[in-house]
């Protein structure tokens, strides 16, 4: 997390805030085109982003999964395919064996993924896979996800959010991570909420 936040300051130093950096929005009017034309985003906003980060090795979208060192399959929570990142894994780049996907979403970072100034201003997510291709490539105990936001970097699933909230699982397990700096809810995520307990017995 302190990487990304310090890549985000570097990267606005030198080219402003997200929505100054020349990627489109998600939709590209045509379906066929789509994933191409979000595969060029990706790769925009990956550049931009970590364009001061010395230790990043990139990988090109020309390049397999294989190649990137990615995973075959990435799995949600429940153990249900989690098929966009599957298929979107353009914007790859890797860090001491963590891989980072990125997949831009709102070139003007006005996509809404709850309240507050930063949830407001969405431009792209962030995975950030921390052990590279290796077991178990499941959100919430390898994989974790960031909003790049206009206003800065933010963990998904913050007491603010309202796509992918902590309740829901998977990608919304990241805040919760950080702040509590447990997986406690991966043995009892029922028992479990932002205003009251924090760990299992």
């Keep these: 997390y302190s990487i990304l936040s310090q890549a985000y300051l570097y990267a606005v130093e030198d080219n402003g805030t997200p929505d100054l950096w020349g990627f489109g929005n998600r939709d590209a009017g045509a379906e066929e085109d789509d994933v191409s034309y979000q595969a060029n985003n ?6 931009k982003l970590f364009q001061n980060v ?6 090109d979208k020309a390049l397999s999964k294989d190649e990137c060192g990615l995973s075959n399959t990435y799995y949600f929570e429940n153990k249900t395919v989690d098929s966009e990142l599957n298929t979107k ?21 006005t996509e809404v993924r709850g309240t507050g100034k930063y949830l407001s201003n969405v431009c792209a997510i962030i995975y950030l896979d921390i052990n590279g291709s290796n077991a178990p490539n499941t959100h919430g105990k ?16 913050t007491q603010d959010e309202t796509t992918w909230t902590f309740e829901k699982g998977s990608l919304g397990r990241t805040a919760w991570v950080i ?12 028992d479990l909420d932002w205003d009251g307990k924090t760990k299992c017995n």
Excluded: H, M, Q
């Design 179 to 190: 702040a509590n700096e447990n997986l406690d809810y991966l043995r009892c995520p029922k």
């Design 142 to 157: 390898d994989i974790f996800s960031f909003y790049l936001t206009k206003n800065g970097i933010v963990p998904v699933g």
């Design 89 to 109: 894994s353009s914007g790859v780049a890797s860090i001491d064996g963590s891989n980072i996907i990125v997949i831009a979403n709102s070139g003007n970072c």
């Design 54 to 59: 010395k230790s990043l090795k990139k990988c």
């Design 42 to 47: 990706s790769l925009i906003v990956r550049d």
